[in-house]
């Protein structure tokens, strides 16, 4: 215990620590919500009935999902950011390249995963619903983002949490790049203090607690927006 309260005391290994985990949740948040964005956009499509970006968007939902996060991060790094164009390279590099192209792969990635619970939500949602908002005069976007949106991601919420958790846990992976989040600045401590037990310990703890939270805030919502039966 003396150990584990030793990390805390020192002022140098609280900063790495709080450094770690503002990173760790801004890049949970960053990727998130390109997440989130890009699978209802992707969903959408899914369900629109043209076979042809049905096609393209079944397609790369199969890659997405089965290509290890890992591999999608390294290639980012050190594939997609040397293709780019050099003042591309060089303006992602001021904001940040261990941050914003694990961020973009992790996003993308589980954008797929999102798009597969929003699709079976939008599924469940009886034709007569999408027949009825086009009947007065809604547009096929209009429709979806009054009426058929709504009611699926109620539907599909316990899902959604889930793979949000799955993110949030993900965000770890971006320590092979060298981003500072929480992960890396644990196994910084580590290899300065040979403490490996109580470093790793305070990674474990935080990393069950935020996923708990999750999932409460995530069963407390579904509970609200719960659709009764009448």
């Not at 619970?117 to 027949?131: M, N, T, V, Y």
């Not at 060298?178 to 403490?195: K, M, S, W």
Request: charged share 10%; with cysteine; net charge positive.
């Amino acid at each position: 215990m003396s150990s584990f309260l030793s990390l805390f005391s020192e002022p140098s290994y609280r900063e790495v620590l709080l450094q770690g985990l503002i990173l760790t949740v801004w890049l949970t948040l960053f990727s998130w919500v390109l997440a989130v964005v890009l699978g209802l956009l992707l969903a959408m499509i899914r369900v629109s009935g043209n076979a042809a970006c049905e096609k393209l968007v079944a397609a790369y939902v199969s890659y997405q999902q089965n290509v290890p996060m890992l591999v999608h991060i390294l290639l980012w790094y050190f594939g997609v950011s040397n293709v780019l164009p050099l003042f591309m390279q060089n303006s992602l590099g001021f904001f940040g390249s261990e941050f914003i192209y694990p961020a973009i792969a992790i996003g993308l990635c589980m954008a797929a995963y999102y798009s597969e619970d929003l699709r079976s939500g939008l599924r469940a949602i009886p034709p007569g619903q999408h027949e009825a908002s086009r009947s007065l005069g809604l547009s096929y976007f209009q429709s979806m983002r009054k009426v058929i949106i709504p009611q699926a991601l109620r539907i599909c919420a316990p899902p959604v949490v889930n793979h949000t958790v799955l993110l949030f846990k993900n965000t770890s992976l971006a320590m092979a790049v060298g981003a500072a989040e929480l992960t890396y600045a644990v196994r910084d401590i580590e290899n300065q203090t040979f403490l490996t037990f109580p470093a790793y310990l305070i990674a474990t703890l935080f990393y069950l607690a935020v996923s708990l939270a999750l999932m409460g805030l995530g069963s407390f919502v579904a509970h609200r927006t719960r659709i009764q039966a009448r």
